[in-house]
């Protein structure tokens, strides 16, 4: 079974642009999870959907958002880049509902210069 | 506020020893909590634990949880190089549909 897929893989933006990054969750998933990796703040957790419906959201500015397709890919937008945005963004899928094992895409690396 | 402290923060050991690696936590009504190995790209999923004082093991890798005292170990014998990594542990509460993550035990294996 495939897992999880992440595209882009490396991403180079400036200040001020938008970003999309999309992740495909494993085949029968239907939980995706979006989390922040930088080397100061470790994981952060950014959203989860299921369903096509967020059901929780962290502590990210209003910049930061997400959607889900009925196909249950899901999307993360990010507008009005900054520097402190720089980081690795990893999604996570599930089957379960909870408790779950959440399994990792590989990530896509954001740069803002 | 939940949060989630692994201990130690690093780690060196030799190829052949065993390593403890801690994970304590404070989270409101605990459901799970999840082992990663995180090397030089996304991590790993090694264990989810759920129940207290049962072990979960794979190889030479183990875990049990104790949701009295609120923690859990992750312990590797015989560790081998290929062990490097950042180890991540991260708890859920039923409910949230986040996991919180600690940031983690760097652990080098020498040689």
């Known amino acids: 079974k495939a897992g999880v897929t992440q595209t882009p893989r490396y991403l180079i933006k400036t200040r001020g642009q938008q970003v999309t990054l999309s992740c495909s969750p494993i085949?029968?998933?239907?939980?995706v999870s979006w989390y922040q990796q930088t080397p100061g703040q470790g994981l952060q957790f950014l959203f989860e959907?299921?369903?096509?419906?967020?059901?929780n959201k962290g502590n990210f500015p209003g910049r930061f958002s997400g959607r889900q397709f009925s196909n249950s890919r899901s999307e993360m937008n990010v507008s009005t880049l900054e520097l402190g945005d720089s980081a690795l963004y990893l999604c996570?899928?599930?089957?379960?509902?909870?408790?779950?094992?959440?399994?990792f895409g590989p990530g896509t690396r954001l740069t803002v210069l | 506020e939940d949060k989630v402290v692994q201990s130690p923060l690093s780690l060196v050991v030799h190829e052949g020893d065993t390593v403890t690696l801690n994970c304590s936590y404070e989270v409101t009504n605990f459901r799970s909590l999840l082992w990663y190995k995180q090397e030089k790209k996304a991590p790993t999923f090694l264990f989810m634990l759920t129940s207290s004082g049962i072990e979960k093991k794979s190889g030479r890798l183990s875990s049990i949880l104790d949701k009295k005292e609120l923690f859990s170990i992750l312990n590797i014998t015989a560790t081998q190089t290929g062990d490097s990594a950042v180890y991540l542990c991260a708890v859920e509460s039923p409910g949230t549909y986040k996991y919180i993550f600690g940031t983690g035990t760097r652990l080098k294996v020498l040689a």
């Open positions: 996570a899928s599930s089957f379960r509902d909870s408790p779950r094992e959440q399994f």
């Open positions: 085949s029968g998933h239907r939980s």
């Open positions: 959907y299921f369903s096509e419906t967020q059901r």
